[in-house]
């Protein structure tokens, strides 16, 4: 019976950009290489965030499931994305008292989902 998340594969379209991307999006990601290969990959937290090349199979882009990572404040969260060139695709909108969720795209089209304090203005 799985328990929680351990890794999630990002399709990128350059995978050496998309590494260097993911780790300045994500600042306390670090860059490992996988024991016995060459395969490089990001730890945030207790997740390995892989980012391989698109293919035929899988492309990069919205598509369907969407990872939501939790932040301390979600505005902050959505600014520092975009700074890195992110762009909303949907929210942010409040799912509960005083936390609110967000979409936001990388440079490949891939949503990233944030979730975390928010205040609506309401």
């Not at 351990?6 to 994500?26: K, P, R």
């Not at 306390?28 to 937290?45: H, S």
């Not at 992110?86 to 409040?94: I, L």
Request: hydrophobic share 40%; charged share 15%.
């Amino acid at each position: 019976m799985p328990h929680s998340p351990v890794a999630v594969m990002v399709h990128v379209s350059n995978v050496e950009e998309g590494l260097a991307w993911y780790q300045q999006a994500f600042p306390d990601a670090r860059r490992l290489v996988a024991p016995g290969t060459n395969f490089e990959f990001l730890q945030v937290g207790a997740v390995q965030l892989e980012v391989v090349p698109a293919d035929e199979k899988v492309s990069s882009g919205a598509a369907g499931s969407v990872v939501y990572w939790g932040t301390a404040n979600l505005d902050e969260a959505i600014r520092h994305f975009a700074s890195h060139g992110a762009t909303v695709y949907r929210g942010p909108v409040q799912i509960e008292a005083g936390i609110g969720m967000c979409q936001v795209r990388d440079p490949w089209g891939n949503c990233i989902g944030l979730r975390g304090p928010y205040d609506s203005g309401s």
